[in-house]
């Protein structure tokens, strides 16, 4: 299994962006899907974006196309999340999760990491 860490969340502005990362430790990283999701209180969790194991194939929520850019360095073992163009309302715990297949979906996820707060204020 994989042991996943969230940071580079923190306090932006209407229209500002941040750059989070996931860094993963254990099992060969690239043999994993990983996605990120988002939760606020008193609501579901909700899938941001996903990246297969080798980077060639992305996946974003409705919301986050055009905003959102997920990539990975699989020699860093960390999964980077570029959120451009906040919203008041992506404001939000961001979670990285790894799923234990190469291909992607936005199910299936086994290890999650502790998560990271993304506020935007207007």
């Known amino acids: 299994q994989v042991q996943l860490v969230e940071s580079g969340g923190g306090l932006v502005q209407v229209g500002g962006s941040l750059r989070l990362s996931c860094e993963a430790s254990g099992r060969t990283f690239s043999n994993y899907c990983i996605g990120w999701f988002r939760q606020t209180p008193g609501k579901e969790r909700e899938f941001v974006a996903a990246i297969t194991g080798s980077g060639g194939g992305t996946d974003y929520g409705d919301s986050m196309k055009g905003r959102f850019t997920i990539s990975r360095d699989n020699a860093k073992n960390t999964v980077y999340l570029q959120t451009n163009s906040l919203k008041a309302e992506d404001t939000a715990v961001y979670y990285c999760?790894?799923?234990?297949?190469?291909?992607?979906?936005?199910?299936?996820?086994?290890?999650w990491g502790q998560g990271t707060q993304v506020t935007v204020s207007s």
């Open positions: 999760a790894a799923r234990p297949r190469p291909s992607c979906t936005r199910y299936g996820y086994e290890n």
